[in-house]
């Protein structure tokens, strides 16, 4: 059989659990509460690319990019003279239309060359489905297509979302993004017995991921998933 070629997040401790990293190419669904650490998440996985001459886009729709880069300072990554050199996107949108949130992405990744995407968040880009049922089938036709549109370009994407536990135990907000997704990330933040977090791999397709729950920490270095002792 052909070999999967993967892209390493080179994130400690996580990439041993999904045989050496992502599929490459592939749209990853990271779902969490707030707090759990997935903007850190991302921002390490794309850290870690430029750090092997992989450019990178990421689009925020909630935070300010001065915000986003001062947060992760202290974990050594001077994001900044990448952007200076053309290597690194972060930008900014308003969530107000999914398709232009998707026709910036496209023209971001394409103008730097990037293999490697991030987007916090979806939730944001789909607000108001809800509140309006009316415009609920348009705006998930909208995601479906932006989901599509990554795959199409090749990046190997992290998507954030936040998690909304349905009746039916999905873990995405509208319940099919999950199915679109080529794998799906849970972070957790526990807070009974001492505040601690884990990550849960609940699919990721071509993988032999592993099956149980990992506990990480938020270092000085970043995100660090550890080993089981049992």
Known sequence: MPTTERIETGIPGFDKLIEGGLVKGS???????????????CMEYLWNGLQKGENGVYITLEQRP??????VARFGWDFSKYITAGKFVLESLVASDLTAVTTRIVESVKKIGAKRFALDSLTIASMGWRERPEEAFKIRSKAFDMLN????LGVTSLIISEV???????????????FVVDSVVLLNY??????SRNVQIL????TD??????PFDITD?????KSLTI
């Open 27 to 41: 749209t990853n669904l990271l779902a969490g509460n707030a707090g759990t650490g997935k903007t850190i998440f």
């Open 66 to 71: 001065d915000e986003i880069l001062s947060d």
């Open 149 to 152: 549109t990554l795959k199409s």
């Open 164 to 178: 909304s536990r349905g009746e039916k135990g999905e873990i995405s907000k509208f319940g099919f993004e999950e």
């Open 190 to 195: 526990m807070t009974v017995g001492g505040a």
């Open 203 to 206: 699919k990721m397709r071509r």
């Open 209 to 214: 991921h592993g099956k149980k729950i990992y």
């Open 221 to 225: 270095k970043g995100v660090v998933v």
